[in-house]
């Protein structure tokens, strides 16, 4: 959520980065709340002064023997007209806070103006996509042939759009997960944290998945969400909280499952594991001093390449253009993986930084200096990465011709020195 004072104070700072995103809010009507919040609580405010006012005139008066009746109904009428303005400025405040809730972050100004991930920059690539000397197939052909992916049974089991790992296949992927966290824990200096996988309203509206994307979550009959990322929970980690300036930065990450309806990716990718409602990633989560939030997302994209670097998997690093970005970043880097089987690169990170927007509206801040006036704290977060694309891009990728997976020399000690996935091989 925006600071409410640039609504009034830079409202044409709003509207350019309103443009930019190709966003339509009526930014107008906002500011008119703003002002009629304004005038409502300066007039609310001078009634009730007049009010207090009015009972001390009536105090005295009675006790000097004189008609204190006027003054009497002079107070009943200040009061009508308070508890009007009163009950005006709570609808006012309502509309605004909910507008103010929808309103999306500005992006920052080296951020590409686009209006889609055509206008995308890609900034570097690193590694070479395979050759193959015959036509590589894509990762639910390899899977199913080895016996390791199976797709038709978890429809039966719960629908489309799920997987179920087996045999080796559900042995690479905890591998990947054991591995990613390994890296960032010892070689990078996050600590590792295992939250709930269900999250409350209060902390769906922090991360602003809420009110925005309601559409796009699992909703328990008892009001908890199912995490749509590891994001959710890690953000609201010091949730209300006022950090030590010493303590900072705090660097998180967290495996979890992560459930996401995919409402708005209807007929899309509906083969394999690019969209499903169910898959597992490993969450890097940074809390940060303002002045620190460029350099410590530069550093978080950087772990996450790490992860693709050891596994020699080809990849690129995209900045994101404002039309492209998500509400909720006023700067993303997107890492990009290249699949050789569906010969397309494939999103594998989604690195994002947010300035104070999160920590507004989960009021979480810190103290620059011992005894200092809190301030709102920074927040950062991207993938570190995605497990289930990250496996199907090793199918993709490291695929043979005789239908064998060769397994990355990185991943070895975690499939207890498996080299080659077989047809049908299963790991006790």
Known sequence: MLDRRIIREEPQKVREALDKRGCDFDLDALIELEARRRDLLQAVEAQRAQRNQISEQVAQTVREGGDAEPLKQRSIEIGRQLAANEQELAEVEGRFDQMMAELPNIPLDEVPVGESEQDNVVMYEVGEPPKFDYTPRPHWEIGEQLGILDFDGATRMAGARFVTDVGAGATLERALINFMLDTHTRKHGYTEVFPPYLANERSLFGTANLPKFE??????????????????????????????????????????????????????????????????????????????????LEKLVKDAEVILQALELPYRRVHLCTGDMGFQPRQTFDLEVYCAGMDRWL????????????????????????????????????????????????????????????????????????AEILPRSLLS
């Open 347 to 418: 999103e594998i990170s989604s690195c994002s930084q947010y300035g104070d927007f999160q920590a507004r509206r989960c009021n979480t801040r810190y103290r620059p200096q011992p005894q200092a006036k809190p301030e709102f704290i920074h927040t950062m977060n991207g993938s570190g990465v995605a497990a289930g694309r990250t496996l199907l891009a090793i199918l993709e990728n490291y695929q043979q011709e005789g239908g064998t997976v060769v397994i990355p020399e990185v991943l070895r000690p975690y499939m207890g020195g498996l």
């Open 215 to 296: 559409d796009d979550l699992f909703k328990t009959t008892d009001g908890y969400y199912l995490i749509p990322t590891a994001e959710v929970p890690l953000t609201n980690m010091h949730q209300g909280e006022i950090l030590e300036g010493d303590d900072l930065p705090i660097y998180y990450t967290a495996y979890t499952a992560c459930f996401r309806r995919e409402a708005g990716a209807a007929g899309k990718d509906t083969r394999g594991m690019v969209r499903v409602h169910q898959f597992h990633k490993v969450e890097l989560m940074k809390f940060v001093k303002p002045g620190q939030s460029s350099e410590e």
